[in-house]
């Protein structure tokens, strides 16, 4: 085990790597006790990853068979969800609708994200008129709904994975390059970047020395509660049928396939694919939530007095 010297500073010993992980596992038990809802929201969507990582090997039967024999059963042992309207599993279709809706949704947010940190620390800290155009641009794009903007996009682009993947990650980029942008005016004036600029840095070195590792933590809390209101987008698509195209299984096509089909449908055809949306879109908020809370300074320094 080596220790280092910290630069400018000869004879200062640092700390072992190895003695990160007590701290690692002292910020772990501080966000638990600080936020028991957040700890559990985060359980509860790792859960929700590892079924889709594992829809093939949990999934108990191919969920495009039909077999208009076992049409409309309600749940029992051997079809513990039930079955829709074409003789289909709906515990196969669920844990297989989870691993496609979590696909668009992960990926669209990550797209929509990185492009909104990018333009928001760009606009933010060059400012003039970049700044002036990039938000004229932003106002078109909020001027629309989220949904009405995906749904015009959709149709533009046509029906498909990689289309639904933009139309949900163009709908992310305004609020995310807003929130970004903020947080870099109020970075770009404090000293250190003042004293970064007398000495010469360049403006792409301050912003990603300086400037971008100040944005991670507000970027962390809009990503979870982007990721909320994409698995709302995608849901909503599906079920007014301009997402992805049949026979494709998704939680918002389980819902919209089964309403189109009938009047009165079938209340375990609402009950599950509607208690998976919500559960996962109140963990989301949830664990923004707790986020916020912990990477606040002040809060964190209320829990270390408290523990």
Partial sequence: ?????????????VAPARATRPVRLREMRRFVLGSPAGAASLAFLIFVLLVAVFADGLAPRDPLTTSMGVARRPPSAEYVFGTD???RDALSRLIHGTRVTLT????SVLIGDVIGFVWGLTSGYL?????????RVLDVLMAFPALILAMLLLAGLGAGLH?????????????TTRVIRSVT????????ITAAQSVGATPSGIMLRHVAPQCIAPLLVIASFNLGSAIFAEAALNFLGVGLPPPAPTWGSMLGGVLAEQFRPQWWLLLFPGLAITLTIVATN?????????????VKRQLQVSS
């Fill in 1 to 13: 085990m080596t220790a280092t010297t910290a630069p400018g500073a000869s004879g200062a010993i």
């Fill in 85 to 87: 309207h074409l003789g």
């Fill in 104 to 107: 668009v949704v992960l990926t």
């Fill in 127 to 135: 400012g003039r008129r970049f700044d002036l155009l990039s938000q």
């Fill in 163 to 175: 289309t639904v993947i933009i139309a949900i990650a163009v709908t992310r980029v305004p609020l």
């Fill in 185 to 192: 005016l109020a970075v770009k004036e404090m000293t250190y």
């Fill in 286 to 298: 949830l664990l923004g939530d707790a986020l916020r809370d912990f990477l606040d300074p002040r």
